[in-house]
């Protein structure tokens, strides 16, 4: 057994490590899917069984466990009886936890390994962190892993609660001579991340006494490579601290099954991918695997192990235009061919795997030229109903387009366009969707960025982050109020001047304002529950961001109430009956905080909105007692034009 992951002989069983690591199990994935529902319990249920097989001290799970930030009912029983099953019971564990088990559960109401809780019957502890479809959100900052750590099926660490700095402390364990720590950061916004490891804001700790004989892994759940043009879009390997030994990276789904070394922080890196494919990507394609890593003191062994029971899944390019395609009805049996010939092919890998589902994945990405009609997937797709998995979404258009650069045109394929792959369009943000409502009839935004107003939305729907889009707007008006106060003088033009504050910022990160704005809710959410008051965007019970949400569109009822009619709770500044005849609420509004006025003052962005530096505002927009702001106060939309 060596350092770079080669095993030349096993070392004692009572004087090392046995760890079975895992990432992006995604459990939930399409659950309503009749075909694909099963895949990702399955799998994760073949991950488990390995464990056993394996009699390893633990399990590592790299973050993603479920594919859901509010997981239905049926999702989190699963879980919770799989993890119970494989993972209770009377093995015995010889794993000594050392460091501070307050300081490393410290979200915790029970912070304490549970193989030490007298309570339980652990038999194979589970080690997690979370990622970014299953992080912490709403009021008490909860996910679904807080709900398994409190059950006491798995040990969940990792978790941040400070906006301004990040320290990660490791969990420390011995067994015999070697000694492990255990590092793991939870998933945070890689923008937000990556200028907090720049700005120093990023603390690991070391233990105090034998630094040298530990032997450090990190458990991180970022983007790995670069994301769009945005350099602060994924975090560089050399980021980390240069102790560490293994680096387990979650988050990207292409299982990379060989050891990586990064030469300026010394240290392996492995990419285990995901367990199912949550999307019909080329990368989903590769073989999946769990993986056994085995540590005696300084050194150690990584061997893959193959998931069996993964759908089969092909992927394949084709072009229209070098084959020379003349028509539709052509064009149909040719792309007919090149799927029975990929059907085949998942047959025969099924041969050879009888364990993996029947049915497989298919995704046939043509490429097609302007003056070619692409062919309707529905209609396409109904020519293979119970032969795939995928009937629907078999093709991917990929239209080569023509691209003049100093008067001469080359040829550029672009998929037609990404945004019309079918798993794109599932899974945009739905902040992205009110944008196209909002572009319509050039309703250009001139102050609000779309790209944040996107994270806003995403975080105020998929997260009940309610405050969200309010804050962000309150702090991009205050943000160019600012800006026009320093660069505006008497006379100038003021559409012009907000125009050029944001085309600058645009260059730049343009994400920063909505992480600044989350900062800000964030800090107000811990002092509101640090002085023990009740959150103002759970002022319901009903209205709980539950993780458990199977009908989550079902009509809430409330005592004698009963059928008199549905609310519009969460509509912005909107009417609701809440089981009433036609009386007003205010729910939707957005609660006050104080009565210091901190809205646009006279010759600021009033003066925008009226045109003039000079004339008086329509209306001044504070943050008063007055319970009546809400979004569509910004964006001048009527209630029939407001998208949220």
Known sequence: MTGNGDSQSEPPEEESFSILIATDNHLGFAEKDAIRGEDSFIAFEEILQHAVAQKVDMILLGGDLFHDNRPSRTTVHKATTLLRKYCFGDNPIQIEFLSDQKTNFHTSYFPCVNYEDPNLNVGIPVFSIHGNHDDPAGPQGLCALDLLSASGVINYFGKTTSVDEITVSPLLMRKGPTKLAIYGLGSVRDERLHRMFLSKKVKVTQPEQYRDEWFNIFVIHQNHVKRGTAATSYIPEDFLPDFMDLVIWGHEHDCKPELEHNDIINAYILQPGSSVATSLSEGETLPKHCFKLKIWKKNFCMNKIPLTTVRPFIFKDVSLIDNDIPDNDNIFAFLQYHVDEMIERAAQLRENNPNAPELPLIRLRYEFSGNQIPINRTRFGVEYLHKVANPNDILLPNKRREVKNDNKASVKSGTQDEMNDFDTQINASRGA?????????????????????????????????????????????????????????????????????????SKNDEASDVEEARKRWEKRRQERLANGE?????????????????????????????????????ARGGSSTRGSRGAKSTRGAKSTRGSKTKGPQKGGLDAFFSGTMNSSPARVSSRSNKNTKNTADYMDLSDSDNPF
Request: with cysteine; proline share 2%; charged share 45%.
């Open 433 to 505: 969707l009110a944008l196209d409502i909002l572009k319509t009839d050039n309703k250009e935004m001139k102050i609000l960025f779309e790209r944040s107003l996107c994270i806003a939305s995403d975080d105020f729907v998929e997260k009940l982050e309610n405050d969200s889009v309010n804050e962000y707007i309150d702090f991009a008006m205050e943000q160019c109020e600012e800006y026009l106060k320093k660069k505006t003088k008497i006379g100038d033009d003021l559409t012009e001047k907000v125009r050029v504050r944001k085309a600058v910022m």
């Open 534 to 570: 009740a959150d103002d965007r759970d002022d319901d019970n009903d209205s709980d961001p539950g993780l458990l949400d199977d009908e989550a569109t079902q009509p809430k009822t409330r005592g004698r109430g009963r059928g008199r009619g549905r609310g519009t709770r969460g």
